[in-house]
């Protein structure tokens, strides 16, 4: 193994929650370095070429830091598609109902939410992100420095922001030092979308919006249990995305996606020009394999023992699982990043 670098800070994932405090810490003159399991930013923020997201779509009136971010970065956002009516799918067929019942005021990414981590990544010093980089231990060394190793390297750090999921943390990283209270404690939190697919279908023109629909839906038959319109500005690219528990997905997904667009929106629903499926509880580095048998228990999210620093204040958790406010979105993880960012400036 390579001699070890020293560095201020080491930063455990690219997502936005990392990327926030790397920009954050570097910023206020800190050496950092940020490690990325995967081959891309962004994490659970992930937007396909079309600008549609895959993953987090929405930011709401009252998320401050978000909506700020997005206006510094030069993210333009526009309003959910609201106008139109609902389907709601049962055992005795689908009806429709007057006006939209599922979806709120809301601001969407134009071109899609993972702008916000490629333009944050772009603002980062140059040589200070290493994608293809897990992070497979973190351990106290000499002085009371962290030592973090990936790919058969080290670093030396006085500071270590874990932004990723604690349960991720805890099943990829290897962490000696840590309480045992807390390692416990991280393993029983549950991702955030973890254990969903998210499915994008994309039409050569909303046409649901011509009938008067809103592209809203509700279903007690699935796969998808909750559809809503994910179409770009003025409608173009005009696209439908649903939630379905993984679970619920065979091997015969497509098929079944599709014929239940049909069910809900016509004919026309059946056949996007385009369908993708982004299964997150697929994602190593998102949810643990066998997360379905842990507790889905989210009043464990901000837990005092993950939104305080571990290891004599020199480990940090900056996912959006450990806000003590707004947990699961992205303004979770902008809170819990500049959470650990105060911690190692102040």
């Known amino acids: 193994m390579s001699e070890a ?4 800070v080491v930063v455990v994932g690219a997502g936005i929650s990392g990327l926030a405090a790397a920009e954050a810490l570097a910023g ?18 992930l937007s396909t070429p079309e600008g549609l997201d895959l993953g987090a779509s929405w930011g709401w009136d009252g998320e401050a830091r ?3 971010l997005a206006r510094r970065l030069g993210v333009a956002t526009y309003a959910q598609h609201l106008a139109g009516d609902t389907v709601v799918e049962d055992l005795g067929g689908v ?21 916000l981590t490629d333009a944050l990544a772009r603002r980062l010093p140059a040589g200070s992100l290493l994608l293809e980089h897990p992070v497979d231990r973190v351990v106290v060394g000499a002085g009371g420095r962290l030592e973090v190793g990936a790919r058969g390297r080290r670093w030396r750090a006085r ?8 349960s991720v943390a805890v099943d990829t990283v290897d962490l000696p ?13 549950p991702v955030w979308m973890g254990q969903v697919a998210k499915v994008v279908a994309v039409y050569d023109e909303p046409f649901w919006r011509h009938a008067g629909l809103a592209g809203a839906a509700a279903s007690r038959l699935g796969p998808l249990q909750e559809v809503h319109d994910l179409s770009g500005p003025g409608g173009d690219p005009a696209a439908i995305f649903g939630f379905a528990p993984a679970a619920l997905l065979g091997p015969d997904a497509e098929a079944q996606v599709r014929a239940q667009l049909g069910r809900l929106f016509g004919p026309r629903g059946a056949e996007p020009r ?3 499926i982004a299964d997150w509880s697929r994602e190593r580095w998102t949810s643990p394999a066998d997360a379905a048998a842990r507790p889905a228990d989210r009043s464990r999210y901000g837990h005092p023992l993950l939104s305080a620093p571990a290891l004599d204040g020199r480990l940090h958790w900056a996912s959006t699982e450990t806000a003590t406010s707004y947990a699961g979105h992205v303004e979770g993880a902008l809170a819990a990043a500049g959470r650990a960012v105060d911690a190692i400036t102040g």
């Open 274 to 276: 385009s369908l993708t």
């Open 28 to 45: 206020a003159g800190s050496d950092v370095v940020v490690l990325e399991a995967r081959s891309r930013t962004g994490g659970r923020l």
């Open 159 to 166: 500071h270590v922001v874990l932004a990723l999921p604690p």
């Open 177 to 189: 030092d840590l309480p045992g209270a807390v390692a416990r404690l991280a393993a029983t939190v």
């Open 95 to 115: 009806l429709r109902h007057p006006g939209n019942l599922i979806d709120v005021p809301a601001h969407r990414y134009a071109g899609g939410a993972a702008g």
């Open 66 to 68: 978000v909506l700020t």
């Open 5 to 8: 670098q020293e560095t201020d």
